[in-house]
């Protein structure tokens, strides 16, 4: 069965940091960018990072620049989401997604629209 999970989410403080992790299972990593996503309740789902197939090519959204790191580790089949200074603001479900493309990075983030896989979220909170 092919699927991506997410986890790390949680709650933490205001200024705090946690590292969401998407794992694959049934497929490998390596042909895939993979996508971060976040959805607050009442609100569109807005695209976070991305990152290319070979790890060379990221991208953020404005309002994480900064703050959150992409990264993945193709041996772990693993996608990694590091947050720092997490902000009310920041508060959401964080979803990946994974799409068989060497341009989407570049060329369509932060759209969802054409992700091939998508995980079933892992709930961040920030709030003191």
């Known amino acids: 069965q092919l699927q991506l999970v997410e986890s790390g989410g949680g709650l933490v403080q205001p200024g705090g940091s946690l590292r969401l992790a998407c794992a694959a299972s049934?497929?490998?990593?390596?042909?895939?960018?993979i996508g971060w996503f976040r959805q607050a309740p009442g609100k569109e789902r807005e695209g976070v990072s991305c990152?290319?197939?070979?790890?060379?090519?990221?991208n953020y959204a404005d309002s994480v620049k900064g703050r959150f790191t992409i990264s993945r580790d193709n041996a772990k089949n693993t996608v990694y989401l590091q947050m720092n200074n997490l902000k009310p603001a920041d508060t959401a479900t964080y979803y990946c997604?994974?799409?068989?493309?060497?341009?989407?990075?570049?060329?369509?983030?932060?759209?969802?629209?054409?992700?091939?896989?998508w995980g079933k979220g892992t709930l961040v909170t920030v709030s003191s």
């Open positions: 997604a994974a799409v068989r493309s060497s341009r989407y990075c570049s060329a369509y983030f932060p759209a969802g629209s054409g992700m091939g896989y």
């Open positions: 990152i290319s197939r070979g790890g060379n090519f990221r």
């Open positions: 049934g497929f490998t990593l390596d042909d895939y960018a």
